[in-house]
């Protein structure tokens, strides 16, 4: 009892000590009793050492060696492989740990004097050892576990009138166990017919028994559950074969009233295996009889709304045999959810019970939904009770008819819904004809759902997650609005909401003098802005009339910038568009007036207008440059941020771009002088004392007009000029990771915008990479690199320096990077120098593939594979495969032959890590990657490749990965070598990495078998 009185008392102190610092550390040892295997493995353990050391001794009396042994492990494989001490060590002490934290576990829940507490964690412990540990115990552990969970006057039997949170884990427990152990070790007939029994001898524990027996579907989807693949789908079939005794045990539970609930909530949990018992049978069972009478409870029975849930779903599920094999139970579903309609409006009904029987009618629309969309008079009463559901005051209840209203509009307007119709004419007239019978219900959706953009009353006193929340809802509704527009048409759409924005005008005494309303609608107008027709003539012109009234509000002033910078195609092409620029530029300066919020607003609908006006706004250059320089300089009251001043420079650049040549030299010239002073007085101090944003911000201008100006020789020009202050900057801030960032941007865009025409000045701009690059280690020097290699990779007279660009940046990033230790401290440089690689390979691999440098960055990326950072990851990985699939993009034998020369001798190595990857050396998140990679790998090198794999996968313990297993997953690859799908090879990639995952302690198995980080690196073959 020793180790059970430790856990009492650790318990009682985490829960009621004063002091925090004991409490902390009796937290931290009871997660390493519950076997967190780090914790377990830990020296300090001197419980797990004695036992490991006692085990240890057992074998060298009869003859093992501490050095190599052979082990019999896990009864059921008994497969003999070999481990060093340390592997070895490890595996006792798993097993060992898992057994006896079992062991104490379990007697300290049979111990009369456990309290609440400790009767919780040992539950708890239970539950996720048999989870996640069952292949950790020892030989013969299952027939004791299961008596110690399941026979007479055991756990189930103790606790059925127990504690249920106690109860529910134990439950939990042998349901997982049922998961790893087949039917055959329950009885004749499994785990159901078990339960079956000991309910008809000891009907005193039903209840703890009904618990068991709701659990047991759900767990057949808990992955958290350590089984294989193979097990999971047995247990699955296996429960679906037992799906009819199950229901006849709820059946004959029925006649107990008190545990009426519990019986519909186990019936919903057996509903969700979606297995297919005619709709006929079903609707005549009394199960379901028994929940549909429960509808008319009061309260309302949450079990039965479960069940009914859940019966929707299932008649919609083709496993189920779809919507046609279970029209008998529709048939018996739908009209008792339609007699609940009159609730929706009973204001004395409870709110849970109005938001149970609105999930009712949700659902029905969702499963329904094709049904429904068929116009039918039938399905037209669905669509008016859910309109009424989406008109409850209650914006939770309201927004559960959201996804139908989606579904639907997605159901009326594809044209794969009218695909069985034939011809283009049949399909055209079905879909007219559909869509006109829906108009009303998406004309009343439009008038139900405007009101709950408006900004409350008490608005100003919202907290931040209030805020967050308020604004989600603005965007669920004006996805519903986007919905009804594509059914409506926007033009209809909007002229629906101009009424109501002319109601509110008249409501409020007219001036929109409650701003509230007036914003909603705008709000609502805004969320349309992509359906509304450019040539709309009829209710645009009176909107953007009104804007120019409206009153310095700041909330209303920013919705009406967003909207007009939304409506900037229409004011394109509005033939009034010259004389209502103007007036539209005055209501954009006064937002950038009014608040920050509505400053970005203005700012962005600025760049809109500029964007889609440009043509009009050419004349006009002046006095765009005039607002500009007042914004970004504070001047006028303007209230514009410095990140959201680049929407600004944006804006101008795409004036500038329609403009004449000539005049664009000049109007650029200006707006790079406007940038260009700030930095040269900088420059003029000590910039080494400058704060990185009092320089960025003006170097992210430059790099905007870069881009965004479409004149390659001006902007050619103004980088040649202005390229004196960017070599100040890389010389004096050489260190400063965001202000090189920042200039290597504005450097890259000009290259790229430039093109030929910066010729002059890419040599120099190379040398300070390269320098600085030795120096300082800055990722950006490589995505810069690579801007160059795409625009001037091919170009011959540029070969000699972006030859040496080449060698000298990878010479030294291979230095940088010489083991996975050194690539994880440096993943943005991995990252970047991967992808410069990849681009080599594409723009200039007559530089890239004959250079010396070709091998030793190939063995950088083989020592960075495993590398836990997702960007450098995935570009190290597309490098691979890049090589692999090499002939894609280069058609040349000796770069085909040089490449297999690199290759072949280091792919044993490539083909193990990527295995080890699958396996869990890389996050799951990773598979599509890694599985792509392996099979380019594969497609390339055929039979040798599916060779290399073989022996990769033969490392692996068969405890861990079965003969068959590994049979399935090779063969898989292999048929890829003969033009077989990938498909097949990505669904065999997902189950060996499942199977590898399964539990940390068969991660960490197969990890320490491959040993993906200790590979050495082939010499290359001279």
């Known amino acids: 009892m020793e180790h059970e009185n430790m856990v009492k008392e650790a318990l009682n102190a985490l829960y009621h000590h004063p002091d925090d610092t004991v409490r902390v550390q009796a937290d931290r040892w009871l997660q390493n009793f519950q076997g967190t295997l780090d914790a377990w493995q830990a020296r300090s353990s001197n419980f797990t050492n004695l036992l490991v050391r006692r085990k240890l001794e057992m074998f060298e009396k009869d003859g093992y060696s501490l050095v190599q042994r052979k082990v019999w492990w896990y009864s059921s494989g008994r497969m003999m492989f070999e481990y060093d001490e340390y592997s070895l060590v490890q595996l006792f002490r798993v097993s060992l740990v898992s057994h006896y934290c079992l062991e104490v576990a379990d007697n300290l829940l049979h111990d009369s004097s456990s309290n609440l507490e400790t009767l919780i964690f040992c539950s708890q412990t239970l539950r996720s050892k048999v989870q996640r540990d069952f292949e950790e115990l020892p030989p013969g552990a299952f027939q004791k576990l299961r008596e110690s969970l399941t026979a007479m006057q055991t756990l189930l039997k103790k606790f059925h009138k127990g504690p249920p949170k106690v109860r529910t884990q134990i439950s939990i427990a042998v349901a997982a166990l049922a998961v790893h152990v087949p039917a055959a070790d329950w009885g004749d007939s499994g785990i159901v017919s078990w339960l079956r029994d000991e309910m008809n001898m000891h009907p005193e524990y039903v209840p703890g028994f009904l618990e068991l027996l709701t659990v047991l579907p759900e767990e057949t989807f808990n992955y958290k559950i350590a089984a294989r693949p193979d097990r999971r789908r047995q247990f699955e079939n296996e429960l679906t074969s037992q799906m009819e005794a199950a229901l006849s045990i709820l059946t004959a539970c029925l006649n107990i009233t008190e545990l009426k609930e519990q019986v519909l909530e186990a019936f919903a949990s057996w509903l969700r295996l979606r297995h297919g018992i005619p709709g006929a049978v079903l609707a005549c069972h009394p199960l379901v009889h028994a929940a549909l009478s429960s509808l008319n409870c009061d309260p309302l029975s949450e079990a039965s709304v479960n069940v009914i849930s859940e019966l929707i779903h299932y008649t919609a599920s083709p496993s189920s045999g779809g919507i046609s094999a279970q029209t008998p139970l529709i048939q018996v579903i739908v009209p008792q959810i339609l007699s609940l309609q009159a609730h929706l409006r009973d204001s004395l009904k409870d709110e849970e019970d109005v938001k149970a029987i609105g999930r009712l009618f949700a659902d029905v629309g969702d499963s329904y939904v094709e049904l429904i969309a068929t116009g039918s008079d039938e399905s037209m009463v669905i669509v008016l009770a859910l309109l009424e559901v989406t008109s409850h005051p209650e914006f939770d209840i309201a927004s559960m008819t959201f996804n139908f209203w989606h579904s639907l509009q997605l159901t009326l307007t594809k044209r794969d819904s009218y695909s069985s119709l034939g011809s283009e004419a049949s399909i055209e007239a079905e879909r007219n004809r559909r869509q006109h019978i829906f108009r009303s219900a998406y004309e009343r959706l439009v008038s139900l759902v405007g009101f709950r953009v408006q900004y409350p009353e008490d608005y100003q006193g919202l907290s931040y997650e209030d805020l967050k929340e308020f604004k989600q809802t603005r965007y669920a509704v004006a996805d519903v609005l986007i919905d009804a527009a594509l059914i409506l048409g926007g033009d209809t759409t909007l002229k629906i909401l101009y009424m109501k924005l002319l109601e509110a005008n008249a409501q409020t005494g007219n001036n929109f003098q409650e701003w509230r309303p007036a914003e909603a609608i705008l709000f609502c107008i805004w969320a349309i802005s992509n359906y509304v027709s450019v040539v709309e003539a009829e209710v645009m012109p009176q909107v953007m009339a009104l804007l120019q009234n409206l009153p310095q509000q700041a909330q209303l002033l920013q919705t009406a910038c967003l909207l007009v910078g ?119 101090e000590d910039l080494d004392k400058k704060h990185a944003r009092e320089l960025t911000i003006h170097i992210d201008r430059f790099a905007y007009l870069f881009r965004y100006v479409n004149h390659p020789e001006a902007v050619a020009a103004e980088i040649n000029k202005h390229w004196a202050i960017f070599r100040v900057i890389f010389d004096a801030r050489p260190w400063d990771m965001r202000t090189m960032e920042s200039l290597c941007r504005a450097c890259k865009y000009a290259v790229r915008t430039s093109g030929r025409y910066i010729i002059n000045t890419i040599g120099e701009m190379l040398a300070k990479i390269q320098f600085h690059y030795q120096q300082h280690h800055q990722p950006c020097f490589l995505y810069l690199s690579s801007e160059v290699i795409k625009i001037f990779g091919s170009d011959p007279s540029c070969a000699d320096y972006l030859k040496n660009l080449i060698e000298t940046l990878f010479a030294h990033t291979t230095c940088l990077m010489t083991s996975i230790k050194e690539v994880t401290a440096r993943p943005d440089i991995a990252d970047d120098c991967f992808l410069l690689a990849s681009r080599c390979l594409r723009y200039c691999p007559h530089l890239f593939i004959p250079s010396p440098i070709f091998s030793p960055i190939v063995d950088c990326a083989i020592v960075g594979m495993t590398v836990q950072h997702r960007e450098a990851c995935h570009s190290i990985l597309t490098f691979l495969s890049d090589i692999f699939d090499l002939e894609k993009s280069v058609n040349e034998e000796q770069f085909v032959r040089i490449r297999d020369s690199v290759i072949i001798p280091r792919g044993a190595t490539i083909t193990r890590i990527l295995i080890s990857s699958l396996a869990g050396a890389l996050p799951s998140s990773r598979l599509d990657t890694v599985t792509y990679t392996l099979l380019a790998l ?51 990639a997902e189950e060996l990495s499942d199977v590898c995952r399964r539990n940390r302690t068969v991660q960490e198995l197969v990890q320490a078998a491959l040993k993906p980080l200790e590979l050495n690196m082939v010499a290359p073959v001279s």
């Not at 390339?940 to 861990?960: F, H, N």
């Not at 003969?963 to 669904?987: M, P």
């Open 938 to 988: 594969t497609r390339t090198y055929g039979l040798q490749a599916v060779g290399w794999a073989k022996e990769s996968v033969s490392l692996i313990p068969r405890t861990a990965v079965t003969e068959t297993e590994a049979t399935k997953f090779l063969q898989a690859l292999s048929d890829v070598t003969y033009g077989a799908d990938v498909n097949s090879l990505i669904g065999h």
């Open 566 to 684: 939304a409506y900037s195609k229409w004011l394109n092409a509005a033939p009034a568009s010259v004389s209502i620029l103007p007036s539209i530029i005055r209501i954009l300066m006064s937002g950038m007036g009014t608040s920050e919020d509505c400053a970005a607003a203005a700012a962005l609908a600025f760049r809109h207008i500029c964007d889609d006006c440009r043509k009009n706004l050419c004349g006009y250059f002046e006095d765009l440059l005039t607002i500009y320089c007042m914004a970004i300089n504070g001047g006028g009251g303007y209230k514009v941020s410095a990140e959201d001043s680049l929407n600004l420079v944006e804006a101008l650049g795409m004036v500038v771009t329609e403009l004449p040549l000539d005049q664009a030299r000049t109007a650029l010239e200006k707006l790079c002088f406007s940038v260009a002073s700030p930095l040269e007085e900088a420059a003029k």
